[in-house]
């Protein structure tokens, strides 16, 4: 009965580099949804995706970042060229359907990334 | 605008004394409203949610949560605190205009002290 999964919990890259977070759903959902939280501060949506489709991404920067959810494989965060202020706690959430307003959220253990 | 208030940055509880972390909102219609918990370097652990009926929601963990919509409140609480409830709080809530996304608040640091 495995939850949300992500990897890697840690990630480490130096300035200039490209990251790739990984999110599994849980199983049966479809739906996935990126957060970003800097220390000692509240989550911040990022994106928001289904299979093959993004939904919304009004919470991701214009430039570098971009996320996928491919038919097969989990979602991929990916970020281009991370400077020192990418440097945060990634969380990645899956629900069961969409336009549910009850739909509970499930989070990852999260990804850790630190730019060095 | 749709919003979530948690007034307070930290609570401060006694070991085995009643905890209430506070919450209020704003939304359009009728608010779906959640409860989480994040222990240090975790994720987000849902805790409980109110959609509708009994104003009095329980959760995990001994936690419930009561609605008040004239004071549009969510407010936490738990009879007999526990060390290990010491955690960061996050309140969140779903309305017809956010449509699928959980508007958070800033949450709150509670401390249970032995």
């Known amino acids: 009965n495995a939850g949300v999964m992500q990897n890697p919990r840690h990630l480490v890259r130096r300035r200039g580099q490209e990251a790739r977070l990984r999110c599994s759903p849980m199983?049966?959902?479809?739906?996935v949804y990126w957060y970003r939280q800097l220390p000692e501060e509240g989550l911040k949506f990022m994106v928001y995706l289904q299979k093959e489709n993004i939904i919304d991404e009004s919470g991701m920067p214009k430039e570098r970042f971009s996320a996928e959810f491919p038919k097969e494989g989990p979602s991929i965060l990916r970020i281009q060229q991370v400077v020192r202020g990418d440097s945060a706690a990634y969380f990645c959430?899956?629900?069961?359907?969409?336009?549910?307003?009850?739909?509970?959220?499930?989070f990852g253990p999260g990804t850790r990334l630190t730019v060095l | 605008a749709q919003s979530v208030a948690q007034p307070e940055d930290q609570v401060n509880v006694a070991e085995g004394n009643p905890l209430t972390v506070k919450c209020t909102y704003s939304v359009s219609g009728n608010p779906y409203l959640f409860w989480y918990v994040q222990y240090p370097n975790r994720g987000l652990q849902f805790l409980l949610k109110y959609i509708t009926g009994d104003n009095l929601v329980k959760g995990s963990y001994g936690f419930e949560a009561e609605f008040n919509k004239s004071q549009t409140s969510f407010h936490l609480k738990k009879p007999s605190a526990l060390v290990s409830d010491s955690a960061l709080y996050f309140c969140a809530v779903r309305g017809v205009d956010s449509n699928y996304q959980l508007i958070w608040g800033a949450g709150t640091k509670l401390i249970i002290k032995p």
């Open positions: 199983k049966g959902h479809s739906h």
């Open positions: 959430a899956s629900s069961p359907r969409t336009g549910g307003l009850a739909d509970t959220q499930y």
